[in-house]
């Protein structure tokens, strides 16, 4: 399973971080990613990184401001949120698939419980 944690809430401008906890399963193999859902808005990719060769992609919205991370021996992830904006409000989920093919193809192996990002001032 996965866990997520570091939601908060942020002022404009500022910086979070977020970090997602693996336990049952090694991260290693998998790819994985951070999604988000803001109210009344379907859920959304964020990043991820490919298990095939670790390259990190970025939804374009925040490229540039956020930064995906993984420390294979903690079996954990992280996401770097800098430069937020209001429109950077959402629940935060961590996901990992097998591959990328059936991360976008919507088949997540697991899925964290989601940690709350609000940025406002």
């Known amino acids: 399973q996965l866990a997520e944690s570091g939601g908060d809430l942020v002022q404009p401008g500022g910086s979070l971080g977020l970090s997602c906890a693996a336990s049952g399963f090694s991260l290693e193999q998998y790819t994985i990613a951070w999604f988000r859902q803001a109210p009344g808005k379907e859920r959304e990719g964020v990043s991820c990184?490919?298990?095939?060769?670790?390259?990190?992609y970025y939804r374009h919205s925040v490229k540039g401001r956020f930064t995906m991370s993984r420390d294979t021996a903690k079996n954990m992830f992280y996401l770097q949120m800098n430069n937020l904006k209001p429109e950077d409000t959402a629940v935060y989920y961590c996901?990992?698939?097998?591959?990328?093919?059936?991360?976008?193809?919507?088949?997540?192996?697991?899925w964290g419980q989601g940690t709350q990002v609000t940025v406002s001032s």
């Open positions: 990184i490919s298990s095939t060769d670790g390259s990190a």
């Open positions: 996901a990992s698939a097998m591959n990328i093919e059936r991360l976008i193809g919507g088949v997540v192996a697991f």
